[in-house]
Nanobody, 121 residues
Framework: QLQACGGGLVQAGGSLRLSCIAP????????MGWFRQAPGKEREFVAA????????DYSDSVKGRFTISRDNDKGTVFLQMNSLEPEDTAVYYC????????????????WGKGTQVTVSS
């Protein structure tokens, strides 16, 4: 039900924009966000946005470089990633309906398939 796209290969310092199609009928009132998982590491929180779009939250590692937004009319959530670093290389997952206070993968109720982001040095 959640479909993420927009990943790819980019050089350090470059930008990518991820999109997640999230049908409004199902996800319009949920917290939406992005998690990522690098090889050999646990899935970690990246960014979140409330259904109103007025409140956003970011992990310290991406704050100031990534921007999350949503278009409820189109049922889409975006993650604009700027100033990418090799450490950002991971599979990125769109997520819906989770505990923003916990920021844990275990609290997520809906996952999309991941999209690979690779940042070369």
């Amino acid at each position: 039900q959640l479909q993420a796209c927009g990943g790819g290969l980019v050089q350090a310092g470059g930008s990518l924009r991820l999109s997640c199609i999230a049908p409004v009928r199902t996800f319009g009132r949920f917290v939406m966000g992005w998690f990522r998982q690098a090889p050999g590491k646990e899935r970690e929180f990246v960014a979140a946005i409330l259904w109103s779009g007025l409140i956003t939250d970011y992990s310290d590692s991406v704050k100031g470089r990534f921007t999350i937004s949503r278009d409820n009319d189109k049922g889409t959530v975006f993650l604009q990633m700027n100033s990418l670093e090799p450490e950002d290389t991971a599979v990125y997952y769109c997520a819906a309906d989770f505990d923003l206070g916990k920021r844990t993968a275990g609290s997520v109720n809906y996952w999309g398939k991941g999209t690979q982001v690779t940042v070369s040095s």
